[in-house]
């Protein structure tokens, strides 16, 4: 019997708020309707809204992200020899940091691996992913395949998972009318248009580590890591490691099974410190000055101990070393030498139809 769109996703919603999960079919089948614009307003919100209340599983992750890449994710093609790698937090967390995870990229590229980054502008915090890459001189409306251009240019690129040429059809229209954390943080920011098959990935929740590893490795990751740090003393969590408490990782390499595992910072030699010093500023202006220091080595406290813990992980992630500890070093090494900071200039001026004004815009944050 046919069933109309609204009542379709109507059932799912009364299961979803009854704590009963969707198979990875009807995950797919409710994004297909959402993405298509078929059914009203109130029930994409509620069925957004009852799905993240209830806790999503990976297979109703995997059935969005089927959904999100198949129908509203643009397709781009870089160069084979290159194994692509990204790093990136899925937002809702309750400890917000500045963009760690943007820093951490830029020093993973000045290590020479390849970043195809996809982020958003802010939805739960003051300065998302796009919103500082623009700050920088980044330019983050241009197409995909500039963005792809990049990366083989310069190591990094970041797709804007809010702009039309990367997800024509429907995420930008969702993301722009939603403030609050949802299952797309998870699955669209997984939607990368390349496709890379290497990934550091930090979740909001401690309980989402395994399921978020497990979407990775179904969808096509060959090596991922998947961390949710926390903050000593404090109920608070961050999308990222952290170098203020334990963070709890979940991971493969290859073909071996996920593990588990837990990073204490005290024992890396990385100083905790103020964990507010890692708060981002209030003023994107303010903020993308403070950034771009960390960048120029105007910087040794707690926001660089968090940079080089995390990019640490894009090292160990991508097998370009054995350890974290010698992942930590060589992020240490490149930050202190300059080299991350002329791969964040290399990045403005690949990644922008005007670079000359993009690197003008750079320079002056550190003027």
């Given at each position: 019997m046919f069933q109309s769109p609204d009542k379709f996703l109507g059932n799912l919603i009364t299961r979803l708020i009854r704590k009963n999960s969707l198979t990875r079919e009807e995950s797919r089948q409710a994004f297909s309707h959402i993405l298509n614009n078929e059914v009203t307003d109130m029930h994409q919100g509620a069925f957004l809204a009852a799905l993240t209340a209830k806790g999503e599983t990976s297979e109703e992750v995997v059935g969005a992200w089927e959904s999100i890449y198949n129908l509203d994710t643009a397709k781009v093609a870089v160069e084979p020899s290159l194994t692509?790698?990204?790093?990136?937090?899925?937002?809702?967390?309750?400890?917000k940091t500045f963009n760690i995870s943007t820093a951490a990229s830029i020093v993973a590229?000045?290590?020479?691996i390849p970043m195809a980054r996809h982020g958003s502008r802010a939805l739960t915090s003051v300065c998302g992913t796009v919103d500082m890459a623009e700050a920088l001189g980044v330019d983050?409306?241009?197409?995909?395949?500039?963005?792809?251009r990049s990366i083989e240019s310069s190591n990094l690129g970041l797709f804007n998972g809010m702009s039309p040429h990367i997800h024509p059809r429907a995420l930008g229209r969702i993301l722009s009318r939603i403030s609050f954390g949802s299952t797309l943080n998870i699955a669209a920011s997984l939607a990368n248009p390349a496709l890379p098959s290497i990934g550091v990935?930090?979740?909001?929740a401690k309980d989402m580590i395994q399921p978020v590893a497990a979407v990775m490795k179904d969808i096509g990751?060959?090596?991922?890591?998947?961390?949710?740090?926390?903050?000593?003393?404090?109920?608070?969590g961050m999308d990222e490691a952290s170098v203020c408490g334990v963070t709890h990782c979940?991971?493969?390499?290859?073909?071996?099974?996920i593990s588990t595992f837990t990073i204490d910072p005290f024992r890396l030699g990385l100083s905790a410190g103020d964990p507010y010093e890692l708060a981002p500023e209030s003023d994107i202006e303010?903020?993308?000055?403070?950034?771009?220091?960390?960048?120029?080595?105007?910087?040794?406290?707690?926001?660089?101990?968090a940079v080089i813990l995390n990019a640490?992980?894009?090292?160990?992630?991508?097998?370009?070393?054995?350890?974290?500890?010698?992942?930590?070093?060589?992020?240490?090494?490149l930050l202190e030498g300059g080299a991350a900071f002329k791969a964040l200039e290399s990045w403005v001026s690949s990644q922008n139809r005007f670079p000359e004004k993009g690197l003008q815009s750079l320079h002056r944050l550190v003027s």
């Open positions: 692509l790698a990204e790093n990136s937090g899925t937002g809702m967390d309750t400890f590229a000045a290590g020479g983050v409306e241009c197409t995909a395949d500039v963005v792809a990935r930090g979740v909001y990751y060959t090596r991922a890591l998947v961390v949710h740090g926390t903050v000593e003393h404090s109920d608070k979940a991971g493969f390499f290859d073909d071996n099974e303010m903020e993308s000055r403070r950034f771009a220091a960390l960048l120029a080595r105007a910087d040794d406290g707690v926001r660089k101990d640490g992980l894009i090292f160990l992630a991508a097998g370009k070393t054995g350890t974290l500890e010698q992942g930590i070093e060589t992020a240490c090494q």
